[in-house]
C-alpha cells in the first residue's frame, strides 16, 4: 500500500517560533520521490522541494529545512524563525516512479499568529 | 516562464448540468494530469496524459467525466449530469517527463454543484 499520514492536522504558532511538521510515508518501491507543496489561501499548490528516495541528506533552503529519514520513513519539514506569510497548507507527497501519481497526505494547516 | 493555468477559476452550476473545464500546461511539457481535492483533503490523482495520449484514469473518474488533450498542448475536463458530490476543486498539473520530474500545479477550478 502508498500511502502518507500527516498527523498533525493544524498547528497554530506565535510568529518567529520554529515549527516542524511530520510527515510519514508507506511504498513497497524502492524507487520513489518526496515532495512538500504549499496552499495558500488563493487555492495553488506551490512546490516547494522533491527529495528522491536514494538522497537522505538533509536540505535547507532559507527559513526551510527539511529532513528525509529512510529508517523512520518520514520527510519532516522545518520552518525556523515563522512568519504569518507562512499561513498555509501544506502537503506532503509520494510519487512512486512506475506510475508517476502523486499520492497527497491530507495536509496540516499551519497559522502563524501575529 | 509562464506556470499553468485553468480557466474558469470558479464555476457554479445546478445539478444535471454538464461543465467544462481546461488547463494549459507549461508550453514544453509534455506531461499533464487532473487531481481532485474535496474540502480538508490532499488533491487525488484523476487521470493524465502524455502528449495527445491519455495513459491512465483512476477509479474515481466515473463515466460522467472526460478529459482529451487532443493536439498535445492543452487539456479539457468535462463533468456530465453534475451530482452535488462532484463540487470540488480541480486541479491540473503538468511535468516534463523524463523520469517523474515535478509537477507543477495550476490554481485550480473551484465547482460548486447548488
Known amino acids: 500500500a502508498q500511502k502518507v499520514t500527516q498527523a498533525q492536522t493544524e498547528i497554530s504558532v506565535v510568529e518567529k517560533e520554529d515549527v516542524t511538521l511530520d510527515c510519514v510515508y508507506e511504498?513497497?518501491?524502492?524507487?520513489?520521490?518526496l515532495f512538500w507543496y504549499k496552499q495558500p489561501p488563493s487555492g495553488e499548490l506551490v512546490f516547494l522541494i522533491r527529495?528522491?528516495?536514494?538522497?537522505?541528506q538533509n536540505e535547507i533552503s532559507g527559513r526551510y529545512s527539511w529532513n528525509f529519514q529512510k529508517s523512520t520513513s518520514s520527510f519532516n519539514f522545518t520552518i525556523t524563525a515563522s512568519q504569518v506569510v507562512d499561513s498555509a497548507v501544506y502537503f506532503c507527497a509520494l510519487l512512486n516512479v512506475r506510475d508517476d501519481k502523486i499520492i497527497f497526505g491530507k495536509g496540516t494547516r499551519l497559522h502563524i499568529l501575529p | 516562464d509562464t506556470g499553468v493555468s485553468q480557466d474558469p477559476r470558479h464555476k457554479i452550476t445546478k445539478r444535471g448540468q454538464n461543465v467544462t473545464f481546461r488547463c494549459d500546461p507549461i508550453?514544453?511539457?509534455?506531461?499533464l494530469y487532473w487531481y481532485r481535492q474535496t474540502l480538508g483533503q490532499g488533491p487525488e490523482f484523476l487521470t493524465y496524459?502524455?502528449?495527445?495520449?491519455?495513459?491512465?484514469k483512476s477509479r474515481l473518474l466515473s463515466d460522467r467525466f472526460s478529459a482529451e488533450r487532443p493536439k498535445g498542448s492543452f487539456s479539457t475536463l468535462e463533468i456530465q449530469r453534475t451530482e452535488q458530490g462532484d463540487s470540488a476543486m480541480y486541479l491540473c498539473?503538468?511535468?516534463?517527463?523524463?523520469?517523474?520530474?515535478?509537477?507543477?500545479f495550476g490554481p485550480g477550478t473551484r465547482l460548486l454543484v447548488l
Open positions: 508550453s514544453e511539457h509534455n506531461r
Open positions: 496524459f502524455q502528449n495527445e495520449a491519455q495513459l491512465e
Open positions: 498539473a503538468s511535468s516534463l517527463f523524463q523520469g517523474s520530474e515535478t509537477q507543477y
Open positions: 527529495r528522491n528516495s536514494f538522497d537522505e
Open positions: 511504498t513497497r518501491d524502492t524507487t520513489y520521490y
